[in-house]
Structures are given as C-alpha cells and as structure tokens.
C-alpha cells in the first residue's frame, strides 16, 4: 500500500479524481466491466482528466515501480484494466465527443463508449464501425480493431482510426497520424494497448441512417446445420453493404419473442445494411425462406436501436469468458460439431458466433496495420456469461471446447479482443508482424510499462 504522503504527491500533480482504498467510492471504482475479474486492489486509481494527468500517472508509476493498468470503457474480457497493488490510469472522464461533418471526423476522448460516439455521429447522419453493445469503450474495441455492423462497408474499427494522441511510457504527448510517427499509427491499428496511453481518438465517420434495414431473424435450434451452410454459402457473395452473423444462442426473455421460446436453444441470423433497403430485402430474403422464425425482427430500424440491441443482456457485473479464433472456412464437420455444442452449453448465455468477415476489412493490405488476418473470411467467437461463480469452470470449458473444434480448419489466428486469457499475443499476431509490433514496442515502451494487455514484449 502507498503511504499517504505519496499519494498526496500525486493528488498535487493531477487534476482528476484520486481513488484510494481507503476513499468510500474505491470498491465501485476498482469494479470493471467483466465480474469474474471481481476482487483485484489496484493501489490507486487515477481517473485522469487529460493528458496532463495522464503523464503525471504514468510518472509516478514509474517512480514507485508500480504495475500499471490502462482503462477506457472497462469492457476487457481478460480483466486487464485493472490491477492488484498497481495504479489504474481511468480515462472514464474523457467522454467527450466532438465532430466535424464537413471533414467528415470524430474527435473523441480516450474514455468515451460507443453509445457516446454514436449519439453525437447521428446527430448529423454519421457513423463509424462501434460495437456491438453500446456500453463498449472506444479505446480498447479500437486499438485491438473493432468488429461492428458496419466492417465490411468502412472496415473496422481501427480502419477508421484516422490519428491519435498518445501518451507514451516516457511522458511524452505525441501525435500519430500518417505523417507523425506513421509507424505508432500502424501498430494502434490493430496492436492493443501497447504502446501508450490514447486520450484522443481521430476516427473518419461515414452517411449511415438515421434507419438502416437490419435486426434478428430467430430460428428454432433444430435448423442449426441447415442455417450454418446457407450462412457459408450465401456470405461468399454478399455486397459490401451487408455485415452479418449468424449466432446459436438461447431465446432471451424479451417480449418480441413468442413466450413459448424464451429459454430455449434457436439460431439467430442478424445482420445490417448499410444500403438501399429494397437492395437489402432481396439479398437477405435466402433467410427469410430458409425455415419457419420464431420471430422475424428484420427490417427498417433505427441504426441508433441497432446499436443498443443487446445491451440489456451484457450488462456490468456478469462473469465473462470468451475465446475465438480466425476461420480460414466452414466445413460440414465444424458446422456438425457446433450444433452439438450450441445444445450441450452449460448455461443459457453460451453463445457461438460466427462473424461474416470480408468485404472493407478484407481490401485493406495486410501489411498496412497491426491487425492481422484480413483475408479470414469467417471469425469464430465462443460467448459465455453467467452470474454464479460456482459455474466459471463449466463456462471456461465449453467456450474452449468450442474452439478447439474449430483448430484444424483455423488459420491459428485470433482477434485479440474477443481472448478471455491475456497470453495470446504472439500466436494472434504471428510471427512476422509480432516482431514488427515488438521492435515498435522497443522504441516506444523499451521497459514495457504497459503490459496488462495482449502483451507485446520489446524486441532489445
Ligand atoms: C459486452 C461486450 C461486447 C463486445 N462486443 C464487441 C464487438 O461487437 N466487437 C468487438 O470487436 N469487440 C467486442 N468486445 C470486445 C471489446 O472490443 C474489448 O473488450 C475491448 O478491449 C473493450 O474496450 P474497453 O475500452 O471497454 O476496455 P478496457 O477494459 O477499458 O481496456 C481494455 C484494454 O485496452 C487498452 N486501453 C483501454 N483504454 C486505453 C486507452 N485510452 N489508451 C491505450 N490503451 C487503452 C488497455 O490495454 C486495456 O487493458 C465486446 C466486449 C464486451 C464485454
């Protein structure tokens, strides 16, 4: 524990919020999103109010050799922005979103969450490529890559990552753009939270809305197979326009879905069009003959709706583990065994789902950002979240058994963002862009202060 004079030093040298364990407010304020990363005692918690605060923190840091977690929207499935006996550097102050429609640009501040940046972009019929739950932050979605409804028309999210401001380990404010330290650009787009601490996004936004023709079809379970081939078939040849997923879920208990379903095992097709919706109901019409719904919620839908969809059923606190990997294709043995799966999961939110890649994401060069993989046409991602800890084992399990079925058809590859275990970084990236990320973690994190992450560690 840090004694109190310390801490006064560092009060003296921010103008944020100081959370000590001692403060009334410490316990909410050490909580992030993931509640199976419940517990950890982070020394202090500096809830930064810019980047004067943030260099401040991450001085002092160093000077007391303290471990150092870096917080943006506290969505991190493998819990690290938090830490025990570290300093935790909160950006959760700087909300702030500022756009400029005629250069067609979002300002936003590295603690800012996707319900805040797509509120502000739609005010003026604007959009970037968000999450999925709008509670997500933009900071962490963004430096991993960001995989939203509207990738395969603006690429992800780290696509549209047009510069940033970034506070590197040695207390510097540097500016990364494609003609300021371009390579720190390059390693944002895709390389995590390695590099820096990011208190000012710049993302490109796009026309998209106010309504985009999108939402749920939900199908009974008995259509798993069925579905899966015509979801690999159909994605071969979808416009650009069209991002979907194709999820083998558990009915939730929403009103919009007959009562006789609610708790039970269906397959759900969602997707969303970002182009003309006459277009759009030609293209998906395929699942809306493939078999009876249960419920058929596609069509004209305010993109803002789109965006909060599911927040209800990921809300704060519930234990979370998710792994995923790279699909270099669907076969019959895969689609076989992730129908078995999707029955036998141990709770009612273990979820499989299977991303439709390509289209913007695939265009972009692979050597031209961090992310790797961009030819993977299918990401594959097992979704699990419960409320009692007495069923972490259970959960963790079968969210791996679900990859591990997918291995010989993987193309050992993963998104970062969607690893429950924070040791994957070397098997995500591969090798040769791994040591590209390592040598520019040498020249900008030399010591790697900033290692609770997808952790690239510094080449020299
Ligand atoms: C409910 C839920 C839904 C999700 N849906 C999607 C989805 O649709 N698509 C998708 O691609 N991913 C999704 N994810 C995964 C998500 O992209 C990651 O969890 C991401 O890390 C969240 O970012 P955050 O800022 O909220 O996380 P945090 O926990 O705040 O941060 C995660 C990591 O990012 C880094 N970081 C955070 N802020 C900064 C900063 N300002 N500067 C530098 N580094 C920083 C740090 O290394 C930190 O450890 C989802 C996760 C959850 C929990």
């Given at each position: 524990m840090l004694g109190e004079a310390t801490v006064e030093e560092l009060r003296q040298g921010v103008r944020g919020d100081i959370v000590t364990p001692d403060d009334p407010a410490y316990d909410a304020a050490a909580r992030i999103w993931n509640g199976m990363h419940d517990g950890h005692r982070p020394a202090v918690i500096v809830r930064c109010a810019g980047a004067g605060d943030v260099i401040a923190a991450v001085g002092f840091a160093r000077s007391n050799d303290l471990a150092i977690a870096v917080r943006g929207g506290a969505h991190s499935i493998a819990g690290s922005s938090t830490c025990d006996d570290g300093i935790v550097i909160d950006l959760s102050a700087l909300r702030y979103v500022h756009v400029d429609p005629d250069r067609r640009r979002a300002y936003v501040g590295g603690g800012a969450v996707w319900?805040?940046?797509?509120h502000e972009t739609q005010a003026h019929g604007l959009a970037t490529t968000g999450g999925m739950v709008s509670t997500t932050g933009v900071a962490g979605f963004t430096l991993g890559g960001g995989i939203g409804w509207l990738m395969r028309k603006h690429g992800l999210a780290c696509d549209n990552l047009v510069a940033a401001t970034v506070v590197t380990a040695d207390g510097r404010v540097v500016h990364a753009s494609e003609s300021e330290h371009a390579e720190l650009l390059w390693a944002l787009r895709g390389g995590g939270g390695n590099f820096g601490v990011v208190t000012q996004f710049e993302l490109a936004v796009h026309p998209v809305g106010p309504t985009v023709y999108a939402g749920p079809i939900f199908y009974s379970a008995e259509h798993g197979a069925k579905l899966l081939r015509l979801f690999r078939d159909w994605s071969a040849h979808t416009p650009d326009d069209i991002t979907a997923l194709l999820n083998l879920t558990t009915a939730p208990p929403l009103p919009v879905i007959p009562e006789a379903w609610h708790g039970r095992k269906v397959v759900a097709f969602i997707a969303v069009s970002a182009g003309p919706d006459d277009d759009a109901e030609q293209r998906l019409r395929p699942f809306r003959d493939a078999a009876e719904p249960v419920a058929d919620l596609l069509g004209p839908t305010p993109y803002i709706a789109m965006q909060t969809l599911v927040d209800p059923l990921w809300q704060k606190g519930i234990h979370a583990y998710f792994k995923a990997a790279n699909l270099a294709r669907i076969d019959d043995e895969l689609i076989e065994h992730l129908c078995e799966l999707h029955v036998s999961g141990p709770g009612p939110q273990c979820e499989i789902h299977i991303h439709q890649m390509g289209g913007a994401v695939a265009r972009v060069p692979e050597e031209a950002s961090a992310f790797?993989?961009?030819?993977?046409?299918?990401?594959?991602?097992?979704?699990?979240?419960?409320?009692?800890?007495?069923?972490t084992a259970a959960h963790v399990d079968w969210a791996r058994t679900v990859i591990a079925a997918a291995s010989s058809i993987s193309t050992g590859r993963a998104y970062v963002n969607f690893l429950g275990d924070a040791d994957a970084?070397?098997?995500?990236?591969?090798?040769?862009?791994?040591?590209?990320?390592?040598?520019?973690?040498?020249?900008?994190?030399?010591?790697?202060?900033?290692?609770?992450?997808?952790?690239?560690?510094p080449s020299r």
């Open positions: 319900a805040d940046v797509d790797p993989d961009r030819s993977m046409p299918f990401v594959l991602n097992a979704v699990t979240g419960w409320q009692d800890p007495d069923l970084a070397r098997s995500s990236y591969g090798a040769g862009k791994y040591a590209r990320l390592a040598s520019l973690k040498s020249q900008y994190d030399p010591t790697n202060c900033f290692r609770l992450n997808q952790n690239i560690e």
